[in-house]
Nanobody, 127 residues
Framework: QVQLVESGGGLVQAGGSLRLSCAVSGRTFSSSVLGWFRQAPGKEREFIAAISWSGGDTSYAGSEKARFTISRDDAKNTVYLQMNSLRPEDTAVYSC????????????????????WGQGTQVTVSS
């Protein structure tokens, strides 16, 4: 089992920044992949970014690559999502998720590829 706890959400004005954290505990492997997703009201959950636990490979949804950065701190067992130039349309519940990379060449981006999920943290961007 893997436990994921997100933090760092809140209310921010358009143009501002937030850094979300995802504390990882439990049984993790060097082949683990951590991902960030978000779900806005009335919309489907969507992929934002992923990072491999070892090696630091990253993958981004094309639309957010310029504003969002995923990173990890091995010593703290924490994955971060730095979000800059926030817009009202970024308002959503942001969740981190974990899976095992397995034989995949590319980091997984689909919801069904992730086995463990955090409870999410609300991000609200005011105009």
């Amino acid at each position: 089992q893997v436990q994921l706890v997100e933090s760092g959400g809140g209310l921010v004005q358009a143009g501002g920044s937030l850094r979300l954290s995802c504390a990882v505990s439990g049984r993790t492997f060097s082949s683990s992949v951590l991902g960030w997703f978000r779900q806005a009201p009335g919309k489907e959950r969507e992929f934002i970014a992923a990072i491999s636990w070892s090696g630091g490979d990253t993958s981004y949804a094309g639309s957010e690559k310029a504003r969002f950065t995923i990173s990890r701190d091995d010593a703290k067992n924490t994955v971060y999502l730095q979000m800059n130039s926030l817009r009202p349309e970024d308002t959503a519940v942001y969740s981190c998720a974990a899976t095992v990379r397995g034989g995949r060449v590319n980091l997984p981006q689909r919801i069904y590829e992730y086995s463990y999920w955090g409870q999410g943290t609300q991000v609200t961007v005011s105009s």
